[in-house]
């Protein structure tokens, strides 16, 4: 954690961990390609988010700027949700087993006294994913109602997010970030823990996320709706990936590449050449491998 997201691991990161967790730190160590398509699913979700927000640009200072950004659209996210019923790319933290986590909730929607969660993927080609694929996104889903769960739960409070950050009671943003806000009409609370309360007692106010979660694949090449995976929260299956994912994290043992079942995976991936993907490493985790 410390060398890899010392200000927090991306629910993404977790993710794409069940695909390859070797991959996942070959990114770290030697950055991604960023592809054709990564670039159309980002623009997708920039025409979603921009189709109910106003996106400004703002310049974080500090780390506490950062976080008082984060905290502020997801107070703007929760509102907007409250009053028009849906919000778009809600920034969100927690904790899965003891790692600090934090990601932006794809969709939100309130609906007869429920709360719905939706993720819109893209895909390159115009089929559904395969049942890897899908497993990967099931799980950044999971993670998502977790985190939004257990602050609604008060498993994970404002002080738990001050004090990840080495932050206490007087911690506030620089006088730059203000003004920039102030320049565009806006306001921002300046006193981090005073905001990251208003923004954790608001998400007690609604109610938990439900089990039955959607993600929707459209063609990037048609931009047409290819079909929709529904499903439902699993808790074991969820706890099981946790604990997973959570040893990698804590340097439990080292970085797992992909099984002999799901070697195909490796025909796509940017890292082969570097990969060794060591049987013998294979055979002492046969047990983990039905995971990746
Ligand atoms: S080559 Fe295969 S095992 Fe190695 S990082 Fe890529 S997907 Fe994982």
Not at 7 to 25: M, P, Y
Request: with cysteine; net charge positive; glycine share 4%.
């Amino acid at each position: 954690m410390q060398k890899y997201r010392p200000h927090g691991i991306a629910v993404t990161d977790l993710s794409a961990q069940l695909w390859c967790e070797k991959q996942l730190e070959f990114s770290f160590e030697k950055g991604r390609v960023k592809t054709k398509e990564m670039q159309k699913g980002k623009e997708r979700h920039t025409d979603l988010h921009e189709e109910i927000y106003v996106i400004i640009k703002v310049e974080p200072r500090t780390i506490e700027d950062f976080i008082a950004v984060r905290l502020n659209n997801c107070l703007v996210g929760l509102t907007t949700l409250l009053k028009g019923k849906m919000t778009r790319e809600l920034p969100i933290y927690g904790k899965v087993n003891s790692l600090f986590v934090l990601g932006s909730i794809d969709e939100l929607v309130l609906k007869n006294g429920k709360l719905l969660m939706l993720d819109t993927k893209t895909r390159g080609s115009n089929n559904m994913p395969s049942e890897s694929q899908k497993r990967v996104t099931r799980f950044q889903l999971m993670l998502y109602k977790h985190l939004f769960d257990s602050i609604k739960d008060g498993k994970f409070n404002h002080n738990d997010l001050l004090a990840f950050y080495n932050l206490n009671e007087k911690s506030t943003i620089t006088k730059d970030i203000q003004k920039q806000f102030l320049e565009m009409g806006d306001n921002i609370e300046p006193n981090i823990n005073r905001l990251s309360q208003k923004v954790f007692s608001m998400i007690k106010g609604f109610p938990e996320i439900s089990d039955n979660l959607q993600i929707r694949y459209e063609s990037q090449i048609t931009k047409k709706l290819i079909g929709s995976d529904e499903f439902q929260f699993n808790a074991e299956l969820f706890k099981r990936d946790c604990d997973f994912v959570e040893e990698f994290w804590l340097e439990k043992r080292k970085a797992i590449p992909v099984g002999e079942s799901n070697k195909w995976k490796c025909n796509y991936c940017e890292f082969k050449t570097f990969c060794s993907n060591n049987t013998k490493t294979l055979n002492l985790f046969s047990n983990k491998q039905i995971l990746s």
